[in-house]
């Protein structure tokens, strides 16, 4: 915890709205490198290809903007590698009561 707390004391400075329009411009960005389309014919698209783009995608928009902290109004950058590293560490189960 304490490292997490180390990287966002060191993170850069950023108006919340700024953050907002950095995922925006990254977002559209990645939208068109990695070739994700909305079919509205096709809510639910069972094409293994697309899911892989839009995790890698999403992967790219954590690492590229990062995690804004509305307490100290920095964002927290957060290396790849440790991003795969905790999906690998999560639970991949969910219980909803019991």
């Known amino acids: 915890?304490?490292?997490i707390l180390d990287?966002?004391?060191g993170g850069t400075k950023m108006a919340?709205?700024?953050?907002e329009e950095l995922i925006h411009e990254v977002g559209l960005e990645l939208v068109n490198s990695y070739e994700i389309v909305y079919d509205i014919e096709n809510?639910?698209?069972n094409d293994?290809?697309?899911?892989d783009r839009v995790f890698e995608?999403?992967?790219d928009l954590l690492e590229?903007?990062?995690v804004y902290s509305l307490d100290t109004k920095k964002v927290?950058?957060?290396p790849r590698d440790s991003i795969l590293r905790s999906i690998q560490n999560s639970r991949n189960y969910l219980n909803i009561g019991e």
Do not use: R
């Open 7 to 9: 990287m966002i004391a």
């Open 43 to 45: 809510l639910i698209p």
């Open 48 to 51: 293994d290809d697309m899911a």
């Open 76 to 78: 927290l950058q957060i």
């Open 64 to 66: 590229l903007v990062g």
């Open 16 to 19: 919340e709205s700024d953050h």
């Open 57 to 59: 995608a999403a992967i």
């Open 1 to 3: 915890m304490q490292h």
